[in-house]
């Protein structure tokens, strides 16, 4: 699943990143319907602007919440998502390009000793380069992506690893 996300919604698009989905940034005109990208099937566009409502299209979803944990909750529930769907930290939150694996040798020296030390997992962004490995942060945002699908009663679902 691809979204296509308004350029204030940036929170918001972290957070679909960190689940795992395709977020791209882009502005989004509500006068300027022709400089839309055409629907594509499994891709969705996210915006707050009220004004785009009139364009009708079947691929937007305009949000009401205004932080992103609770954009996330009505883009969950208003697709019908659950736990399967979602791939934590397997894209880059800068980027959105998916995680290639890393060899733990060629990390040494491009990170923290500690972290070197600690963890034996390491994943690069292709056009960043920039490093990730399963951290303390795992943990809080896994907590958080469970709390969002405790929320919609998907609890018989396998949470997010």
Same mark, same amino acid.
């Given at each position: 699943?691809?979204?296509? =996300? $308004?350029? +204030?919604?940036?929170? %918001?698009?972290?957070? #679909?990143?960190?689940?795992?989905?395709?977020?791209? #940034?882009?502005?989004?005109?509500?006068?300027?319907?022709?400089?839309?990208? +055409? +629907?594509?099937? !499994?891709?969705?566009?996210?915006?707050?602007?009220?004004?785009?409502?009139?364009?009708?299209?079947?691929? #937007?979803?305009?949000?009401?919440?205004?932080?992103?944990?609770?954009?996330? *909750?009505? =883009? =969950?529930?208003? %697709?019908?998502?659950?736990? !399967?769907?979602?791939?934590? %930290?397997?894209?880059?939150?800068?980027?959105?390009?998916?995680?290639?694996?890393?060899? !733990?040798?060629?990390?040494?020296?491009?990170?923290?000793? /500690?972290?070197?030390?600690?963890?034996?997992?390491?994943?690069?962004? +292709?056009?960043?380069?920039?490093? /990730?490995?399963?951290?303390?942060? %795992?943990?809080?945002? *896994?907590? *958080?992506?469970?709390?969002?699908? $405790?929320?919609?009663?998907?609890?018989?679902?396998?949470?997010?690893?």
């Amino acid at each position: 699943m691809k979204f296509l =996300v $308004d350029w +204030p919604l940036g929170g %918001l698009a972290k957070w #679909l990143r960190f689940c795992g989905f395709d977020a791209t #940034l882009m502005r989004l005109a509500p006068d300027k319907p022709g400089s839309w990208p +055409p +629907p594509r099937p !499994r891709t969705h566009i996210l915006t707050r602007q009220a004004a785009c409502r009139r364009l009708k299209r079947p691929d #937007l979803l305009v949000l009401a919440a205004a932080e992103p944990e609770g954009q996330l *909750t009505e =883009v =969950v529930k208003r %697709l019908g998502l659950s736990a !399967r769907d979602f791939k934590p %930290l397997s894209r880059c939150r800068h980027c959105n390009d998916p995680l290639a694996p890393l060899s !733990r040798d060629l990390v040494q020296g491009r990170v923290a000793e /500690y972290v070197f030390l600690q963890q034996r997992r390491f994943f690069e962004c +292709p056009r960043c380069h920039r490093i /990730y490995w399963p951290g303390s942060h %795992l943990q809080g945002i *896994t907590g *958080t992506l469970r709390d969002q699908l $405790d929320k919609l009663g998907d609890r018989d679902a396998d949470p997010p690893e």
